[in-house]
Each structure stands twice: as C-alpha cells, then as structure tokens.
C-alpha cells in the first residue's frame, strides 16, 4: 500500500501516469466516448464519475506550462445541451493550473485523442464530459 495516492486511483493507472512523459496526453472519457476504439491503452473506471477522476488525476501529475493543457469536447451545433460538468472541470483545475480549456470540434477531438497515452474510461453520464489532459514536467 502507498500512502497519499488517491483510493480511486488503480495500480494499472497510476502505473500509465508514471509512464507518460512531458507533452503526452491522457483522455478522461464520459460513458459514451468510445473508449475501446480509440484508446492505444485503456483503463475502466466505470463506477465513477469524470470529475473525481479528474481531481485525482490532477493530485499526481502536474498539467503542461508551455501548450495549452486542457481540451474539452465542443457541443456541436444545433445539439440542445448544458454542459454544467464544465464548471465542475474548471473548478477542480483551477486548484492545479491557471489554463482554461481550449474546445475541440467532435472529430478532431476523436482524432486527437487517438494519439493520447491512454483513455480512462469512466462511468460519466454527463454528455460531453470528455477531456484531454496534457502532462507537465515535474518540479516539485
């Protein structure tokens, strides 16, 4: 057992988190994204909700200072849909990061997050609650 490592956090992921280097991205996904699909690595955390694993997320890496470091999947136009999640996001990154979100339109969000490191896949029902994360460098 490890002390101060979130309890949501399992080895596999925490050992993907150590693995990805400065610039690699990793995917929260919500419970719609196609996780399987996409993913080159893909960790299931389908008891919980996007926002918890992003605040544990952020509690081990730190987010990139020299590229914009968060992106968030754009509604697409003419889709009648509150994103009240967002400000959840930004309220837990704001703790880690000073970045506000850069949107990404469907496709290219799909596309640039077949590159990320890893997908988590969470069991988020929120619609557009996927987000890409871009590590740091670690200083601390």
């Not at 309890?7 to 994204?33: R, S, T």
């Not at 470091?69 to 309220?91: C, F, H, Q, S």
């Not at 880690?96 to 890893?118: C, G, N, P, V």
Request: aromatic share 10%; proline share 5%; glycine share 6%.
């Amino acid at each position: 057992m490890l002390k101060n490592i979130p309890k949501i956090i399992p080895p596999e992921l925490l050992k993907i988190l150590c693995e990805m280097g400065h610039g690699d991205e990793i995917v929260i996904a919500d419970g719609n994204f196609p996780s399987a699909s996409i993913g080159q690595r893909v960790v299931y955390l389908t008891g919980n909700g996007a926002a918890d694993v992003l605040e544990a997320v952020l509690k081990l890496i730190p987010l990139d200072t020299y590229a914009k470091p968060l992106y968030l999947m754009e509604v697409v136009k003419g889709d009648n849909v509150e994103t009240p999640i967002w400000d959840e996001y930004r309220a837990i990154s704001k703790k880690y990061s000073d970045a506000d979100f850069e949107f990404l339109e469907r496709f290219e969000f799909y596309e640039r997050a077949k590159k990320a490191y890893a997908v988590i896949a969470t069991g988020e029902k929120a619609l557009y609650a996927n987000i890409i994360l871009k590590k740091g460098v670690v200083v601390d």
